[in-house]
């Protein structure tokens, strides 16, 4: 019954800045680690950022890390995406992920998957 909801990607030009969402709905997540996956075209998925369940600890990929940060607010079960700097190498669909821990997140053990949102960076 849970779902995550991805929205905020689009088109944005290099350097440029980027915000995505992830609502969840059908149970609270407040308890969760949650975090943000991304694959570009012809690659494989990897893990961009996770923040655990009270908020107070983020992890990042080398690739993003001082250019995107990862929010959450468990009032509004959402999680946040701040993407800033943008590169053409971003351009990848982004998903919203939740997992019991951050551990688990970080070694891509997901509970819960959303649909997916399309980032492309322009040059």
């Known amino acids: 019954q849970v779902q995550l909801v991805e929205s905020g990607g689009g088109l944005v030009q290099a350097g440029g800045s980027l915000r995505l969402s992830c609502a969840a709905s059908g149970r609270t997540l407040s308890s969760y680690a949650r975090g943000w996956f991304r694959q570009a075209p012809g690659k494989e998925r990897e893990f961009v950022a996770a923040i655990n369940r009270s908020g107070i600890n983020t992890y990042y990929a080398d690739s993003v890390e001082g250019r995107f940060t990862i929010s959450r607010d468990n009032a509004k079960n959402t999680v946040y995406l701040q993407m800033n700097s943008l590169k053409p190498e971003d351009t990848a669909v982004y998903y919203c992920?939740?997992?019991?821990?951050?551990?688990?997140?970080?070694?891509?053990?997901?509970?819960?998957w959303g649909k997916g949102t399309l980032v492309t960076v322009s040059s």
């Open positions: 992920a939740a997992a019991i821990s951050d551990y688990d997140l970080r070694m891509s053990v997901v509970h819960y």
